[in-house]
């Protein structure tokens, strides 16, 4: 649906036909329904860094540095998560996961960790040692894998281990050439959907039990499985609810679930695209580097307390006065911030609380959100609302024409047009301009209140801003009357619960089904309690089908 | 069973015995454009060489107007005019101390160089390292350090594990130790392969054996997908086979003359010039005859002891003491040793320049990266800091522009060489020094 | 208790926008001083017409000859050395003094150095106050105030050529003094109460030391509307009644001012019978000049603890000392106070108490921060 419209979109415009007429009849609609292919779709996910460093982490502990570069990330359907589906490893990336790989292996057999990391001694630390190097990578290599090594996986690795003991008269080096093999190889660095038939349904098939264990891991952990989820899968325990049950249980209430969280919010909020976002200091000194790290912490802290912490209503992050400062944040949003520790000592995380009359309210108002869609020195009340429509709301906002001129929008000195609602207006004068602006500029504008950098402000250029907006007819006035209106848009939540879905499972969800009116239905009657809804899609049936090689053209 | 073979192949060659490599050394060394190796069709190598100067440019006056392309360069600059466009200049970064005192001379340097303020006892992997980690293997020195002033403490360079660098002071030593009895020509025969090379080149045939098991039961988009990373890996070993075969001969390496005997060690500028073009040339021979690939060269350590001939007072006493003149916006007498330093970095680059490999000269397959240890000197401040970036990196860096950067972090300098390198990094730096966008304008 | 100990203890507080303390004044405005150093008159040539001190330079042939060399040998002397002047030399200028007959630190004792007299002010202006000094011919006219004003401080250190500083610039060991400890000693705030402080009227100046470093912003200055809790210890606190007229803020006379602060930037900054003359810029800072008797001494030290910077810290200890006009020694009869002024700025900012009370808030809305014309 996407491209067609994209397509038809660039034809009318080839052919001459008035942009304003398309564009005036042109909706808002859903942007991520499952996308019709007429090719097949690859089913395999490939880790992102993000579960690259968090199964590190989780396998060998915080203290092994993983410095390196990974392979860029695509989106797709709002998520990296999604993009994962279509990742390749090129040759460049193949080196970098190998630079990466031994890296992390000389660490874990270091003289540090060895004792802790390798739970056993070699006879001879200077020769390969058969017995002390199965042990190792049969424990190791199930977590790296996700499953039980194969014999002959083990055998391989043993000779690889051997080989190289022998040839540099090392055993933990003959350890560590292992290791680093394991962390290259496309079983570790890709997550395969295995299949199996399944018995309860002559002629159809089902996700095996250790696949099924990853797919659940890596929603709620944002890593591999850890040793007793596979061994509850090698029990087949996760193909019968109970056991299912058991382990989404045990799951959710661990502290990794936090870690899960964070990497889906991280990911659905587009905070990679902090990367390449900057803030002109002669505007906004305060907007320090220190600061744009920290604004996302800030908004990744709001949410664990409140949706994991609090177990509160998803919808009330966007209303929400509680939230999480350092000193050179508060700075940055001008509100006093007391931290009474001695000279010297690193600024503290510290939670706040805004006051009933505040301005700022929700993550929507965080520099995270206002100062990540927002040009280096203007703002963007249009990328505000894109993002809003794209990240939030799950809508999409088509691109603009290419022969656009902005000729308005930029001119932040013009004399005649002072603020940003001046100018916007001025540039959606322009027929081809309207249509889309219309879907997007109504919510911006409502934040103009915030600067580029995040920083509160009533006027432009000495004129007061108008925070007027609607929403779906809606109608509002400045940041608080979007976030309430956020609040109660049904979109909202459909648009978390979808996304939660896809991180997952590394598609979108099929909306349409009864098993997805049921999710919605639990996610609702838990008063939109994020957790229960991760716990209710870990348990559906939906989130392990099958995924259908082909799907048919609409 | 074909893996088996060539693993057994390779187990043969493990003992590190000498391996003579039949190649016909004489026989059309590049292919017809001049841009690769014919034989492999493995690009020429890209060096990294850093130019160390003292006490900055001046206040605010070196700052172009003019961003891009079209800008003018400042006075302190002039005699880099010529070689324009095959440079960039980058201002306006800053290093961000972060709660840690300014130890003048260098915690600035401490800052941009290796990422990370800290106490003064901490320095630790600065970029030349990291970079010759991952261009400078395989050669002869890891690296080469030549300090102009005397001062072997005056280098920059220091490793991940081993602190700073201890630099080569005396031209005709620097002489001795690349060229003398040890140095062989890279057209000899004979060749030893690396054993560590040959056990990562062994390992990966284990993973090139899952692949049977992995494609079973997958369906053709993954099976394609499957098919990538496996000519990924491909292409590795085919990285780690090279690593193990007889280099390439080096058509432009040829034996420069031995530098005279020393005089004394003198602290005029003038002399420790002199010093420096005599360094510059060996390191660029030493480049070309693939004996390093990476360099680093200090004029002198941050507070520079050199002096005008006729004139008492060093450098960095008049950076001290010197009034700002209020028409010039700098110090005039200051300025004379910026000057006669950004005339050296020219002379430096045109050492490189002249030597021609294939379509491109070493200078544009390098990267001649000059820094200092302070912004405004008369502050000794760490802010607005200038970089001037010479050579194309094999084509990997856009030349000919001046890139303004205001209040960003000066870490971000280092780590667009890094990129352009392929440093394997995607953010470097500690706390507010941290980065992780390169600045991409100059980036191809 | 010891302080660190206290801090340790105390909890993390947090706490919403208002004024808590409910001062009596209607309105307090907070401020850390982002800038302070000796208020410079940098018109050099009207200051020094004698030109005669001279840098580094002329430094090292004044103290070769000291040390027994002729004029023409202790230019060939510095012509033939460049870095310094070997350890042989060096050692001899730097222990020429006598204790005792015997060889002695001259950093350690400056007084057992004889005098180099070096050049002191002789121009007509300087900032300052008039503190009431006697002696007509030390009296400078303030370029602003007009009045005929005490700063023998300025007199005795105008001549030294690092301290021909015009703000923004600070005289350059000041300056690098400050640049080093900015961001890791304790920061100085100043408050200011009042009614409505647009307006004349009476006022509460009040100065403390922060338990907290300044802040800097992305450019490197300092940074705007961060919150500092003041140090509750009553060493460094000041309380000053005072008033506003014709937009100068000024304070009663009769006071005295104690800042703790960190060597080498000053060791404290002391006045006996403090003035001050602040004043409100449009952009939201607060700048001016404090003024009064401070001991030279402790200035002194400033230059002979951290010698170098092109300072003759000799010829300044000399200078401070000759200059020195009030409080005489009852056994010596040597003044042990001199008149002094220096200039500072306040940037907005929150300040706080211990307990979490916010005691002072920011001028609002000064600082551009919406639109860049890009």
């Known amino acids: 649906m996407k491209t067609l419209n994209r397509v038809t979109l660039k034809r009318a415009l080839a052919v001459g036909i008035s942009l304003a007429g398309i564009a005036a009849g042109y909706q808002v609609f859903a942007a991520d329904e499952a996308k019709p292919a007429a090719t097949e779709q690859p089913t395999s996910l490939r880790i992102s860094p993000s579960q690259y460093r968090q199964s590190i982490t989780d396998i060998f502990g915080s203290s092994i540095a993983i410095t390196g570069r990974f392979e860029p990330e695509t989106r797709d359907e709002g998520l990296m998560a999604v993009g994962a589906r279509t990742a390749n490893v090129s040759d460049s990336g193949l080196e970098r996961y190998d630079d990466l790989a031994r890296g992390i292996a000389l660490q874990v057999v270091d003289e540090r960790h060895r004792a802790t990391l390798i739970s056993c001694k070699p006879a001879n630390a200077k020769a390969a040692d058969e017995a002390c190097a199965r042990k190792f990578i049969t424990e190791t290599g199930r977590l790296l894998y996700r499953r039980p090594l194969k014999e002959d996986e083990i055998q391989n690795q043993i000779k690889v281990a051997g080989d190289s003991a022998d040839k540099v008269h090392d055993f933990y080096a003959g350890l560590s050439t292992s290791l680093s093999t394991m962390l290259v190889s496309p079983n570790f660095l890709f997550r395969y959907k295995v299949v199996e038939a399944d018995p309860a349904h002559a002629g159809q098939k089902r996700m095996d039990s250790l696949t099924k264990a990853h797919q659940l891991s890596f929603l709620l952990w944002n890593a591999g499985p850890d040793d007793k989820l596979i061994e509850a899968a090698v029990k087949g325990e996760l193909q019968n609810k109970a056991g299912l049950q058991r382990q989404v249980d045990r799951m959710v209430s661990s502290p990794r679930l936090e870690a899960g969280v964070r990497a889906f919010f991280s990911d659905m909020l587009t905070f990679s695209d902090f990367e390449v976002m900057s803030k002109d200091p002669a505007f906004f000194p305060r907007y320090t580097l220190k600061v744009k790290d920290e604004s996302q912490e800030q908004t990744l802290r709001t949410i664990v307390d409140h949706v994991v912490k609090r177990q509160g209503d998803y919808r009330d992050l966007f209303t929400t006065r509680n939230t999480f400062l350092t000193r050179s944040l508060a700075a940055l949003y001008d509100v006093p911030l007391v931290e009474t520790t001695d000279n010297g000592q690193p600024m503290h995380w510290q939670p706040y609380t805004y006051g009933e009359n505040d301005p700022r309210a929700g993550i929507l108002a965080q520099a995270s959100f206002v100062a990540l869609h927002s040009p280096a020195g203007r703002t963007s009340p249009t990328g505000r609302g894109k993002a809003l429509r794209e990240a939030i709301l799950c809508q999409m906002v088509p691109p603009p024409p290419g022969n656009v001129d902005f000729k308005f929008v930029q001119d932040t000195t013009n004399p005649v047009y002072k603020t940003t609602r001046d100018r916007l207006t001025a540039h959606r004068s322009e027929a081809m301009c309207a249509g889309c602006h219309k879907i997007t500029d109504p919510i911006g504008l409502a934040l103009e209140n915030f600067d580029s950098s995040g920083g509160f402000r009533t006027t432009e250029n000495g004129v007061q801003i108008d925070t007027t907006g609607d929403l779906s007819g809606v109608k509002f006035d400045g940041p608080i009357g979007l976030s309430k209106a956020i609040h109660d848009d049904p979109a909202t939540v459909a648009c978390v619960a979808k996304r939660a879905f896809a991180f997952g499972a590394g598609r979108s969800p099929t909306t349409n089904s009864d098993d997805w009116k049921q999710i919605e239905r639990g996610f609702k009657d838990s008063n939109y309690n994020f957790v229960t809804l991760l716990r209710q899609i870990a348990l559906s049936d939906m989130f392990y089908a099958v995924p259908t090689q082909t799907v048919a053209a609409k | 069973m074909t893996t088996m073979h060539r693993r057994r192949v390779l187990k043969g060659m493990m003992g590190g015995a000498a391996v003579t490599v039949g190649l016909p050394i004489l026989d059309c060394l590049l292919n017809e454009s001049g841009t690769a190796f014919a034989a492999t069709g493995k690009e020429l190598p890209t060096r990294f060489v850093t130019w160390f100067w003292g006490l900055g440019l001046g206040e605010q006056n070196w700052v172009p107007k003019e961003t891009g392309a079209k800008y003018e360069l400042p006075p302190q600059l002039q005699s880099l005019k010529p070689i324009q466009h095959k440079l960039n200049l980058f201002s306006g970064g800053q290093v961000f101390l972060d709660g840690q005192a300014n130890n003048t001379h260098f915690t600035g340097v401490q800052g941009h160089m290796t990422g990370k303020v800290a106490s003064a006892a901490e320095y630790f992997g600065s970029v030349d390292t990291l970079i010759g980690d991952v261009i400078g293997k395989g050669t002869r020195f890891r690296s080469l350090e030549v300090s102009c002033d005397g001062d072997p403490k005056a280098c920059w360079s220091a490793r991940m594990d081993s602190g700073k660098l201890s630099a080569e002071v005396s031209p005709l030593a620097l002489y001795t130790r690349i060229f003398g009895p040890e140095f062989k020509d890279p057209n000899a025969a004979e060749f030893v392969p690396d054993p560590a090379v040959m056990v990562r080149r062994s390992a990966l045939s284990a993973v090139s054996e899952e692949r049977k098991d992995l494609m079973q039961n997958l369906g053709a988009a993954d099976k394609a997908k499957l098919d990538n990373y496996f000519t990924a890996l491909r292409s590795l070993e085919q990285k780690l086979d090279i690593q193990l075969q007889k280099p390439e001969p080096l058509p432009a390496c040829s034996k420069p003359k031995a530098p005279d005997e020393e005089k004394e060690v003198s602290t005029l500028a003038v002399d420790a010039m002199a010093r420096h073009n005599l360094f510059a040339q060996l390191i660029a021979h030493a480049l070309a005859c693939g004996q390093t690939r990476v360099a680093n060269l200090s004029i002198t350590q941050g507070m520079s002891g050199l002096r005008k001939e006729g004139e008492p007072s060093n450098h960095h006493t008049y950076t001290h003491e010197e009034p700002i003149d209020p028409v010039l916006g700098y110090q005039p007498k200051a300025a004379w040793f910026q000057m006669l330093y950004m005339k050296g970095l020219y002379d430096f680059a045109m050492a490189m320049d002249g030597i021609q490999e294939g379509d491109k000269t070493l200078l544009d397959r390098s990267i001649l990266y000059a820094y200092t240890d302070h912004g405004a000197p008369r502050l000794h401040s760490v802010r607005n800091y200038p970089f001037v970036l010479l050579g194309s990196a094999n084509g990997r860096m856009k030349t000919g522009l001046h890139v303004a950067d205001p209040g960003g972090a000066a870490t971000r300098v280092g780590f667009t060489a890094m990129q352009a390198m392929g440093v394997p990094l995607n953010s470097w730096g500690v706390n507010s020094n941290h980065v992780s966008s390169p600045l991409s304008d100059v980036l191809v | ?374």
């Open chain 3, 1 to 374: 208790m010891n302080l660190a100990k206290l801090l340790t203890r105390t909890a993390l507080v947090a706490v919403p926008l208002c004024l808590s303390s409910a001062p009596s004044m209607a309105e307090t405005r907070g401020y850390v001083i982002g800038w302070f150093s000796t208020a410079t008159y940098n018109d050099f040539h009207a200051n020094c017409p004698q030109d005669k001190n001279g840098g580094g330079l002329k430094l090292k042939y004044r103290n070769l000859m000291e040390i027994g060399y002729s004029e023409a040998e202790a230019k060939s002397i510095v012509d033939k050395s460049v870095v310094n002047l070997g350890d042989d030399i060096n050692k001899r200028i730097n222990t020429r003094a006598r204790v005792n007959g015997k060889p002695a630190n001259v950093a350690n004792y400056p007084e057992a150095v004889a005098d180099p007299n070096i050049e002191t002010v002789s121009g007509r202006y300087a900032f300052g106050f008039n503190l009431g000094g006697k002696n007509a011919s030390n009296k400078f006219e303030d370029p602003d105030s007009h009045d005929k004003i005490d700063n023998q401080l300025w007199r005795a250190v105008g001549c030294t050529e690092s301290f021909r500083a015009t703000p923004p610039e600070q005289p350059y060991p000041e300056e690098l003094s400050w640049a080093t400890l900015v961001d890791s000693a304790p920061g100085w705030s100043i408050m200011v109460s009042g009614d409505n402080l647009d307006k004349d009227g009476p006022v509460t100046i009040t100065l403390d030391r922060l338990l907290q470093h300044v802040e800097r912003d992305a450019n490197g200055k300092v940074m705007w509307y961060a919150t500092y809790v003041v140090d509750p210890s009553p060493r460094s606190h000041n309380v000053f009644k005072g008033k506003i007229e014709d937009g100068w803020m000024t304070i009663d006379e009769g006071s005295n001012l104690f800042m703790l602060a960190e060597h080498p930037f000053y060791l404290d900054i002391g006045l006996r019978n403090a003035h001050m003359r602040l004043r409100n810029e449009a952009d939201g800072r607060l700048t001016g000049y404090w003024g009064g008797y401070t001991d030279w001494q402790k200035f002194a030290y400033m230059y002979t603890s951290r010698p170098a910077n092109g300072a003759d810290y000799i010829g300044l200890y000399h200078s401070l000392k000759k200059m020195a006009d009030a409080d005489p020694d009852p056994k010596t009869g040597q003044n042990r106070e001199i008149s002094a002024t220096f200039r500072m700025e306040g940037m907005p900012a929150y300040l706080a108490s211990l307990d979490g009370k916010i005691v002072a808030t920011p001028v609002r809305d000064k600082q551009p921060s919406t639109v860049a014309a890009k």
